[in-house]
């Protein structure tokens, strides 16, 4: 199977993450997963699925050859976000002006038939390198990222390094923002809304506070700055409240996404700080729920990035201001990396695709470095 077919085949397994808006019913990874597991085990691999959430695993393939080397994984996620939207069939995989189209074929299951060819081409050869290079794909990376998580707390001392795969336009991604995702909760006292000096308004008083903080704390995150990532920001990203125009609401809330640097992480995260300066301000404000991911920095000196870069030299160190599955296995003790063909400007589109030469030049890329270990030309 090509690397096109084997897109068009993973696009066509729904896999859409069921948090927020699925815009399908067809959501969760074992399918995915089960696929993963019948295509690799024929070439060797020892595959294992790990049910982190009900329906929902991880896939763990271990390469052909002896378990007494160092490991590294090609990791990319299997779930996609929702399909809401979308101006053509999310799972058709079909292929126009030289590119393919469905929810996924950037973000990650282009990177991941990459990935996968590449590893099939050389499956031979991996039994004899001097490292072993595994293939892992989380599920639940597009929110909440427990499969990472779960990974890192029970595999984290057998892998040296790990490449999540993820859209970079094969550039080398060693360092990315954190991320705090929070809900803050405004009360107010429902009244008729002719009269409504009898109550108070849960949504005006929300939206004041917000705005307080778009402007005076999104300016002491932007001091927490990073020489490749920038400065730590803050976004408003939904807002409800009320239940009908003619009552004054006694409910409103908001979700907040803070992206955050290495330095704000290091003076104990931006989770704290916003408690912090709601108390300072006395906002009216109550946080009933905040998750918060590490920043990532993987030393740019690590033998496999250095492995990396002498097998396709064209191949560039950046930083990211997104998240990703890379930053949890850093911080669990696995020096890691984001790499895949496809652009993130492609990721979670209405009409999401990845080119055909950008998908073909990502085979190449991890088959260069698969060989690159007994200094193999392509």
């Known amino acids: 199977m090509t690397t096109v077919e084997l897109l068009q085949t993973l696009i066509q397994i729904p896999s859409v993450n069921p948090d927020n808006d699925p815009g399908t019913d067809k959501v969760g990874e074992q399918d995915i997963a089960e696929f993963l597991r019948h295509f690799l085990t024929p070439h060797g691999f020892q595959v294992t699925l790990e049910e982190v959430l009900p ?109 999540a795969g993820e859209p970079t336009s094969l550039d080398i991604v060693y360092t990315t923002k954190g991320s705090l995702w929070l809900t803050v909760v405004a009360k107010g006292m429902a009244a008729h809304a002719s009269q409504p000096e009898r109550g108070s308004n849960a949504i005006m008083t929300l939206t004041r506070s917000l705005d307080h903080m778009n402007r005076k704390l999104a300016n002491r995150l932007a001091t927490y700055t990073h020489s490749v990532l920038g400065h730590s920001s803050f976004n408003v990203g939904t807002i409800k409240g009320g239940t009908r125009p003619n009552i004054v609401p006694d409910h409103a809330e908001a979700e907040i996404d803070i992206r955050t640097t290495p330095s704000l992480f290091a003076e104990g ?72 063909p496809g652009s993130i400007n492609q990721a979670h589109t209405k009409d999401e695709f990845i080119k055909i030469s950008d998908l073909e030049a990502g085979h190449t890329y991890f088959s260069n470095f698969i060989r690159s270990f007994k200094e193999l030309p392509l």
């Open 55 to 163: 329906g929902r695993p991880n896939v763990i393939a271990r390469c052909p050859g002896p378990d007494n080397r160092p490991r590294i994984f090609l990791g990319p996620h299997t779930d996609t976000v929702g399909v809401s939207g979308m101006v053509f069939d999310p799972f058709c995989g079909e292929i126009k002006d030289g590119s393919i189209l469905g929810r996924g074929a950037s973000d990650t299951k282009g990177p991941m038939a990459a990935m996968l060819t590449a590893l099939i081409e050389n499956k031979e050869l991996l039994a004899e390198l001097p490292v072993a290079i595994d293939f892992v794909a989380f599920m639940a990376e597009e929110s909440s990222q427990h499969g990472s998580k779960h990974f890192a707390e029970w595999h984290a001392d057998e892998y040296i390094f790990g490449i």
């Open 269 to 340: 995260g931006a989770h704290s700080l916003v408690l912090d300066f709601i108390k300072e301000q006395q906002l009216p404000l109550e946080v009933v729920s905040a998750h918060e991911n590490p920043p990532m920095e993987t030393p740019t000196t690590d033998p496999i990035i250095l492995q990396l870069l002498k097998a396709n030299p064209d191949t560039q160190l950046v930083g990211a201001p997104w998240f990703s599955d890379a930053a949890h296995l850093s911080n669990a003790g696995i020096p890691s990396i984001c790499l895949g």
